[in-house]
């Protein structure tokens, strides 16, 4: 309806293509408040140049889950099982510990694999202050103040606080523990962090060097269906080595049946589109000098029976000119439950030098309103046509 | 304090300098583009660019560091990233 209106399309827009459920992922560089600079969402994206180490899926609009914590102000004791040398006093938790202790919120599960909000008010006094939200102890940054953390559980548990060995002494105050549901990207190696620029009209996107800079999410749960839509917008600036936008899997091919890829370039062509079931299905734009800033977009059905049908591009809203077919067909079953790896394939090689504005991903077919929709908001972040 | 820096190690002291990166927070996972003179395999060089905590790269002293992005760091050293064979 808007395209008739003639507005722009809202964030409501791209939000309202997973309402019934669909799994994916949606990237925005041009939205602040989803970047930090470290993997652990300690340190917000503030300003151009800096490293994104952890991009937030927006496509569930960032809502977060229930309060998980019960008495995370700790008026009373309630909700807390405290080891020896904690304690709760004057409205805070406190530890004043000389070895390995634990304060435990009692109902505040957190589950493998989702990612939390952690933050509390921390007054710091010495030694190395924990906590742990789903396996793997966080080290909280040893300063006074409102502390924010975001991670992902790597084991199920309930939230605690806690101590080296050596002991710590520190008070929190203000605990809370919120799911943050989506399928977020994220690099924790520092070195390979994409970095947010801002091109000549004044649009954000995330800058990937070409060398070792990439992103991946854990695995994504596409198992229930054959149909995938993905939009970006992008730009690549070399055309030297084939290399990968976004490829769901460590490599598309008859060795991860359900997965599917977005090359750019992928020689001796431009912009690739890779499928795989039981076997590979592959199809290619223009020459590889197409260098200019692009919306792609691409129906992928694995249900189909000939490459033409399995993979059904568009590049800047029209069917490209050039379209090969490289291979196929994919042949059938559903998609996999695998990372999606950014900018890099499996995270080691192929790397993509340029620029990606956009990144939205959907684990459903998408009829041609939708497809225009997704395209037009990847345009107005990357005006590209 | 994160620096910009571009690393390359010779292969030989390639899982050397992993080790020791890998021992501070945001170093674990470098070094793991390939690069030779040719661009074929087998890797003569490693490489990492980005920003990169301060300690690591002054751990790293048997990498050349360079303020340089890495093409141009790549190309004064007479090396490409290597292209795996499969597509």
Known sequence: MFMLLGALPKDYYINSLFVSGEQGIWLDPSDFSTLYQDAAGTTPVTAVGQPVGLALDKRLGLALGAELVTNGDFDNADGWVLQSEASISSGSLNFNATATRTATATGASCVSGRWYVVEFDLTYTSGTARFDAGGGTTTITGSTGHKKYIRQATGTNAFYFSCASAGAVYSVDNVTVRELPGNHAYQTTSASRPTLQQDSNGLYYLNFDGTDDGMATPSIDFTGTDKMTVWAGAQSASTADTAIIAELSSATGAGNPGSMAILWPRLPYAVNFALAGAALASRSTSAPADTARLVISCAFDLSASAAVDEIKPKVNGAVPSLLTVDAGPAGTGNYGSYPLYIGRRGGTTRPFNGRIYQLIVRGAASNAGQIAAGEAWCNSKARAY | ?87
């Not at chain 2, 048997?62 to 004064?76: G, H, I, R, Y």
Request: net charge negative; hydrophobic share 40%.
């Open chain 2, 1 to 87: 304090m994160d620096i910009f820096a571009t690393i390359i190690v010779t292969a030989d002291k390639a899982e050397q300098a992993r080790t020791l990166a890998a021992q501070f927070t945001g170093g674990d996972g470098m070094f793991t583009s390939e690069l030779s003179a040719t661009g074929n395999a087998p890797a003569t060089h490693y490489i990492s660019s980005g920003w990169i905590p301060a300690e690591i790269v002054e751990a790293l002293t048997m990498c050349a560091v360079s303020e340089l992005p890495p093409d141009e760091s790549m190309t004064d050293k007479g090396l490409k990233p290597c292209v795996p064979s499969a597509t």
